[in-house]
């Protein structure tokens, strides 16, 4: 945010003070102006607070108890204050006293509809446009810094859909498996005809959650739900700007019809004409330059004929010059207050016409400011947007990575350990009962594990992961090797498990390997991880590399460590290295 962009409340309110002092209200009411700017900035800066509160009513309402002064209008100021108060219902409360008390006390009762209506516009508009350009740099910053809260958000809400279709569906699944494998142990002795068929559908029931677990993997990559943005400012920011942008454009439209009777119809339609084209700049910045060019045309035109009558809608074409951001532009801002000057009827001193110039600046600083914060509080709930929307797709890529990775050994081995339970309960009753414990307790580490996928803080602990790894491999390998130094860093628990979990399945899946080394060591400030085995085939050998290893690659990339993997001879070697 440029520093145009967040001083303009202030600018705004010296310019509001510059008025009061040049418009011959006296010095009471010019040091009471003053006091009211200064007040409200302590308010914006500091927070509100009641003394504050009070003091601005005393500097706005006791010039007017003691001068009867109705020249100046400070209950603007007090509005604004009002509306920074604590309590939503309470501030616009009193936001709408101060509006309808300001015609009565500056007019008197027996007044005119049309004073009371010129009260009324002034204090309502101006109150707003203050508030708003000092409350909005504050909400576009908050809409900046609360970007990784949004991210966090994101990601939670992913996790916690994911956990609950894994406890829906993988849970109740898991559980069915092992009420069924306890039933296989009850029918060991009394009916192993029973207990064969009884196995053989444990073994095909885990063969479905493989394959919901392949689904479940694929359906993250697949899923595009557009993430919702929770922040109450993201929806605030931009719909207080236009509020009060279009509110401020109406004020001005309302204050030029009733100064200029003469070309009320003339003023009506073109001042509409004009703030049309400017709030299509501010909410279209792609056609601004088009657009721009219109309004040029449409304002200065009828200044030939009309003078000082049309003069107040350079205000309009000003901020649309300063919307460009270019030094040209801002040279030609200048030059239509410059041009303002020229046209603004004096009525007998400088004072005057200096005043309606630091009106002119007001109705510009207003209107550039309340556009400015308008495009920017877009811009920002746009890239939230594409935040929000990047998060969650990268959360479902992860979340399926882990499904495939973290899962995958536990209920590949499950899978093999059902096919075996089926096999031995006719040939070794008693391997088949011991495998029919180990097959339960590899379903409650499913049940576990697939709950932790969620979880920042699963307990992936590569110790843990190497003694899994030399268990289940020796059951099945001759020759298991695994060696690691005891004081590796956290960080490679989170990033190497997973790469472990996924090389272990890997060798039994799609190798016939008799010999598997393993090796973590940190040397020079990197983890490296070697993983080597014998018994490759050929569908390995060919080079193609499964999602698995895309997986582990990518998870190990993202760290911004290196990963290699070579097939050669029978031989295959996976090398990683991650720096800590």
């Known amino acids: 945010m440029s520093l145009l962009s967040r001083s303009t409340g202030y600018l705004f309110l010296v310019a509001y003070a510059g008025s009061v002092v040049l418009g011959g209200s006296g010095i009471a009411i010019a040091c009471c102006a003053i006091g009211q700017a200064a007040l409200l900035v302590v308010a914006h800066r500091r927070g509100p607070a009641w003394p504050v509160l009070a003091a601005q009513a005393l500097l706005t309402y006791l010039p007017i108890v003691f001068f009867g002064s109705t020249a100046v209008d400070l209950d603007s100021l007090l509005a604004a204050t009002v ?49 708003s350009l000092l409350r909005l740099p504050n909400l576009v910053d908050q809409l900046g810094s609360t970007r990784e809260d949004l991210a966090d958000v994101v990601r939670a809400e992913e996790r916690l859909r994911v956990a609950r279709d894994l406890r829906a569906g993988l849970g109740e699944q898991l559980v069915a498996v092992t009420e069924r494998l306890q039933l296989v142990r009850r029918e060991l002795a009394k009916s192993p005809d029973r207990a064969v068929s009884t196995a053989d559908d444990v073994a095909d029931r885990t ?53 200029v009777p003469q070309y009320q119809a003339v003023n009506a339609v073109g001042g509409l004409t004009l703030c049309a084209l400017l709030l299509a700049q501010v909410i279209q910045p792609r056609f601004a330059v088009p657009l721009l060019w219109t309004q040029l045309l449409l304002t200065l035109m009828p200044l030939l004929w009309l003078g000082s009558a049309w003069c107040s809608w350079l205000s309009l074409l000003a901020v649309a010059a300063l919307l460009r951001e270019r030094a040209p532009w801002a040279i030609a801002a200048v030059g239509l207050f410059a041009l303002r000057a020229v046209f603004t009827e004096p009525t007998g001193a400088l004072d005057d016409r200096t005043s309606w110039v630091l009106l002119a600046l007001q109705a510009t600083l207003s209107l550039f400011g309340l556009s400015k914060f308008h495009q920017l509080s877009v811009q920002l709930n746009r890239s939230r947007s594409e935040l929000a929307a990047r998060t969650a797709q990268l959360e479902r890529l992860r979340l399926a990575r882990d499904i495939h990775d973290l899962l995958g050994l536990t209920l590949s081995v499950l899978a093999l350990k059902c096919d075996l339970i089926g096999e031995l309960i006719t040939r070794d009753p008693l391997r088949a009962e011991s495998e ?85 060591r940190s040397r020079n400030r990197k983890v490296e991880l070697n993983i080597h085995n014998d018994g490759v085939r050929a569908a390995a050998k060919s080079g193609g590399s499964g999602q698995g290893l895309e997986n582990m690659r990518a998870r190990v990339l993202d760290a911004g460590g290196s990963f290699t993997t070579s097939a050669r001879d029978g031989e295959f070697r996976l090398e990683a290295a991650l720096p800590c």
Request: aromatic share 6%.
């Open 83 to 131: 509306l920074l108060m604590p309590g939503q219902w309470l501030r616009w409360f009193g936001f709408c006293v101060v509006t309808l008390v300001s015609g009565p006390v500056h007019h008197g009762l027996p007044a005119s509809g049309e004073a009371y209506l010129h009260a009324y516009v002034a204090t309502a508009a101006v109150g707003l446009v203050v508030y």
């Open 436 to 520: 029919i414990d180990q097959a339960i307790r590899i379903a409650a580490d499913a049940r576990f594990e697939a709950l932790a996928l969620t979880d920042d803080q699963a307990a992936r602990s590569l110790r843990n992961e190497f003694d899994s790894a030399r268990t289940i491999l020796s059951a099945a390998i001759a020759t298991v090797r695994i060696g690691y130094d005891d004081d590796l860093p956290e960080r490679a628990d989170t990033v190497l498990a997973p790469v472990v979990r996924e090389a272990v399945t890997n060798v039994l899946r799609h190798s016939t390997a008799t010999c598997v080394d393993i090796s973590c």
């Open 207 to 259: 063969r479905t959650i493989v394959a919901m677990m392949r689904r479940t993997a694929s359906d993250q990559r697949e899923h595009d739900r557009p993430s919702k943005d929770p922040a109450p400012v993201a929806r605030l920011a931009p719909r207080l700007t236009l509020a009060a942008l279009v509110a401020s454009m109406l004020a001005i439209i309302a204050n030029q019809i009733l100064e």
